[in-house]
């Protein structure tokens, strides 16, 4: 089993849709938690940090379900720019990021 | 804000030759950075844990005599790519940590590096 599993998707939506993401992780030690985005032949780039309580950065929110061990993802009013891959991002001891597969978004006109 | 460069976005190399990219901390002082690799529609895997002032701890299946990964100083890391061949070929990047804490760490990456050897 993979530390940490995506859907890879696509998952191919209209603009002005909302779609969620969910991430499962198998470590129940990890100790924290980012979703990242990552455009076609570029690095990663922090999207959001995800706690426990849940956090919302416009458009944007997320989850952690530790008890589960899953987060999620939540994207309102998708715009064409949210085209991405999303990558469920877990940091274990020692800031040991293991990052997810990703999921790939595309948003359509 | 913080800022990680890695040089250079892009190297063709003959296979046998070796290849070395640069990862550099720009206003903040580093001492683990890491190092990974992305094969084409896969997700990043981390290669090696690279400490200022020490050896590099590597993953399992990565070859610390291949991958050479010095830290010489708290702003620079580099990876060099020995005798490289075609499936060698992928994406490269770095991240440094700032802070020294596991609350207060920021992780940064670098810009990525592609490779292609030929």
């Known amino acids: 089993r993979k530390e940490v599993e995506q859907d890879p998707g696509p998952f191919n939506v209209p603009e002005g849709a909302t779609v969620a993401f969910n991430c499962t992780y198998s470590?129940?030690?990890?100790?924290?938690f980012f979703w990242y985005r990552q455009d076609c032949r570029k690095e990663p780039k922090l999207l959001m940090s995800?706690?426990?309580s849940g956090n919302e950065d416009g458009r944007f929110t997320a989850q952690l379900n530790r008890a589960s061990q899953y987060i999620s993802l939540l994207i309102r009013d998708s715009k064409l720019s949210d085209s991405a891959t999303y990558l469920c991002?877990?940091?274990?001891?020692?800031?040991?990021?293991?990052f997810g597969g990703g999921t790939r978004l595309m948003v359509k006109p | 804000g913080a800022v990680v460069s890695q040089h250079p976005s892009r190297v063709i190399c003959k296979s046998g030759t070796s290849v070395k990219i640069e990862c550099r901390s720009l206003?903040?002082?580093?001492?683990?950075m890491f190092w990974y690799r992305q094969f084409p529609k896969q997700s990043l895997m981390l290669m090696a844990t690279?400490?200022?002032?020490?050896?590099?701890?590597?993953e399992q299946g990565v070859e610390k005599d291949k991958f050479l990964i010095n830290h010489a100083s708290l702003t620079l890391s580099t990876l060099t790519v020995t005798s490289a061949h075609p499936e060698d070929s992928s994406f490269y990047i770095c991240?440094?940590?700032?802070?020294?804490?596991?609350?207060?760490?920021?992780?940064?990456f670098g810009e990525g590096s592609w490779l292609t050897v030929v």
């Open positions: 690279s400490n200022e002032g020490s050896k590099a701890t590597y």
């Open positions: 991002v877990v940091n274990n001891a020692g800031n040991m990021l293991t």
């Open positions: 991240s440094a940590r700032e802070g020294s804490t596991i609350s207060g760490n920021t992780i940064y």
């Open positions: 995800v706690y426990s």
């Open positions: 470590n129940s030690a990890s100790q924290s």
């Open positions: 206003d903040f002082q580093a001492t683990t």
